[in-house]
C-alpha cells in the first residue's frame, strides 16, 4: 500500500497554521499538480471539494475530497471520493520550538490491477505532495 509521511515545523502559531491547511481551497498555493479546487458549502465535517489534478498527457483527473475530521488547531482529515486513487491523508499540529510542527500523512490501498500497474506511480506522486510542504511553509512564513 503506498504510504507517505512527512513533518515540518512552521515558523508561526498553531491556529494559522491548522486554519491554512484546514481550507483545501489554499492547496492551489502549494502543490502544484492542482487545476482546480472548489469548496462545496461551509468548512465542516462532511465538506466536499471538488478537485481536478494534472494527469497523463496534460489532462485533468477528477480528485474530490471529503473532509472526515477538524478539531481546530489539531487535526484535519480527509478520504478521497472520486478518482481512480482515494486516498486518505491528514495533517497533525503540535506547538513546537519556534512555531507549529505539522505532520502531513497520505495513505492509498491498491487492489488487484491497480495495485499491479499503479503501485509506484502513485507513491511518487504521494512523495511529491511531501515535498510540497515546503512550498506551504515558505508561504506561510511570508506572510502570504
Given at each position: 500500500?503506498?504510504h507517505?509521511?512527512r513533518t515540518?515545523?512552521i ?10 491547511f ?5 492547496d492551489?498555493s502549494?502543490?502544484?499538480?492542482v487545476?482546480?479546487i472548489r469548496?462545496?458549502?461551509p ?5 466536499r471539494y ?7 498527457g ?11 475530521e477538524?478539531?481546530?488547531d ?18 497533525s ?5 519556534g ?8 495513505d492509498a490501498e491498491l487492489t488487484?490491477?491497480k ?5 509506484k506511480?502513485?507513491q ?10 515546503d512550498?506551504?511553509k ?5 506572510g502570504g
Open positions: 500500500m503506498p507517505a509521511q515540518i515545523v515558523a508561526r502559531p498553531p491556529a494559522e497554521v491548522y486554519a491554512f484546514a481550507d483545501a481551497e489554499n492551489k502549494w502543490r502544484p499538480g487545476a482546480l469548496r462545496e458549502g468548512l465542516a465535517v462532511g465538506t471538488t478537485q481536478r489534478i494534472a494527469g497523463p496534460g489532462r485533468q483527473v477528477a480528485a474530490d475530497v471529503e473532509i472526515t477538524l478539531d481546530p489539531t487535526r484535519v482529515a480527509f478520504r478521497g471520493v472520486a478518482g481512480p486513487v482515494r486516498p486518505e491523508g491528514d495533517y499540529f503540535v506547538p513546537a520550538e512555531g507549529t510542527a505539522v505532520t502531513f500523512t497520505l488487484g490491477v495495485k499491479l500497474l499503479m503501485a506511480p502513485v511518487k506522486s504521494m512523495d511529491a505532495e511531501m515535498a510540497n510542504l512550498k506551504a515558505a508561504l506561510l512564513e511570508s
